[in-house]
């Protein structure tokens, strides 16, 4: 694909350059340890497993609500118009997706353009779906079109502009009071997530867009986010490796929305430590274990002894044993200004191996921890 210089290319043009590109890339089955799998799972049917797990906020949202709210399969899409927007540069790339900043040649405003590599209709009705349920939701991007090339059938999903600065420069910036501040923000996104019935499943820095200037925070990409319905199997190859609850690295898929939580937890440790990421595991396996060095491995075996799961021999075996860190062994001359005691308090109560020992969002959000920031917004209010 060739750099896109100063002038902007409509997105028509756009996408014919670079669908060839997409689709010689795009694999249909890959092999992991000699057997292929599925790059782009979605979930399988419902079944129940030996000891079920639910949800301990927001379990039947999807149970009252009518089919038409979380039947993605169902979605008509209505295709907005390709040539109202055209392709300034490139701003990132994930595994289904190349983004790019945008202009909407009607307004003249900034925008972010998501074309979706190929993947299962399937995925694309259901990323559509959980966006436009979640629209004006407290700190989520919102999406403003969904476009489609007449030719190649590539989609690409428009949103809100976020002037925002790459954590790893960011993050090493943030005092104590910005961490509240901005955990704090994207605790709202989470917390009406999970009330409008869905996980997002792949909470880590990248996903959380932040203008410092604006003190404006953003939860994007919801291409793995997933309805959730109790009892409900749902695939493990979901969140990105740092930042996988315990759930999904011994294979019990019936997780929740708690999923969520560790994921900020992880991201939460990262920011306060200056440790980043905090778990940093090689592979999966190696993952499990980084978790098992700092959290001990007495609760990991209670956890699996209570939803009646086992480790396979050799990720027993990679595991060991070892007894719980404290949190004060993290604690160093270059963050120790970050780590209060009621931090420590709040990073103990995400990073539990039994998701349903972890805050709920909304407990989260009550936390002595957040205090001065709640504070804060309440003066705010009131002038």
């Not at 994007?220 to 109790?230: M, S, V």
């Not at 491995?297 to 595991?319: C, G, I």
């Amino acid at each position: 694909m060739r750099p896109i210089t100063s002038s902007y290319a409509s997105l028509g043009r756009f996408l014919l350059l670079c669908c060839a590109i997409f689709i010689s890339r795009a694999p249909s089955a890959l092999s992991l340890n000699g057997s292929s799998f599925d790059p782009y799972p979605l979930e399988e049917e419902i079944s129940l497993p030996t000891v079920m797990s639910k949800a301990r906020v927001y379990t039947d949202v999807n149970v009252i609500r009518p089919k038409e709210y979380w039947d993605y399969e169902s979605l008509n899409v209505e295709w907005g118009e390709q040539d109202d927007y055209e392709v300034v540069r490139k701003v990132g790339r994930g595994k289904y997706s190349e983004v790019f900043e945008g202009i909407n040649m009607n307004s003249n405003e900034k925008c972010v353009i998501k074309i979706l590599k190929p993947v299962k209709k399937k995925k694309i009705r259901r990323e559509i779906k959980i966006l436009q349920n979640l629209c004006g939701g407290p700190n989520i991007v919102k999406l403003l079109d969904v476009v489609r090339d007449q030719h190649s059938k590539t989609p690409s999903l428009i949103f809100e502009y976020v002037n925002s600065t790459d954590f790893k420069v960011l993050y090493p910036t943030l005092t104590d009071y910005d961490i509240r501040y901005y955990i704090y923000e994207l605790l709202k996104a989470l917390d009406y997530c999970h009330s409008q019935g869905i996980m997002h499943r792949d909470v880590k820095p990248h996903n959380v867009m932040i203008d410092h200037e604006l003190r404006k925070l953003r939860l994007i990409d919801w291409g793995l986010a997933e309805f959730y319905h109790p009892g409900k199997e749902y695939n493990v190859r979901v969140a990105s490796r740092y930042f996988k609850g315990p759930e999904l690295l011994v294979d019990l898929q019936d997780y929740d929305y708690s999923l969520d939580m560790w994921s900020l937890g992880c991201m939460f440790a990262g920011m306060i430590f200056r440790k980043e990421p905090f778990f940093y595991g090689h592979d999966n396996q190696d993952q499990l274990v980084k978790i098992a060095k700092v959290l001990g491995t007495d609760e990991l075996n209670a956890y699996l002894n209570k939803y009646q799961l086992e480790l396979d021999a050799q990720l027993e075996a990679l595991v060991g044993r070892h007894s719980r860190k404290p949190w004060s062994k993290f604690i160093n001359a270059d963050n120790r200004h970050l780590v209060s005691p009621e931090a420590i308090d709040f990073l103990d109560k995400l990073l539990r191996y039994d998701h349903q020992d972890r805050l709920t969002a909304k407990e989260a959000m009550a936390h002595p921890y957040f205090a001065q920031v709640k504070a804060a917004e309440s003066s705010r209010m009131r002038t």
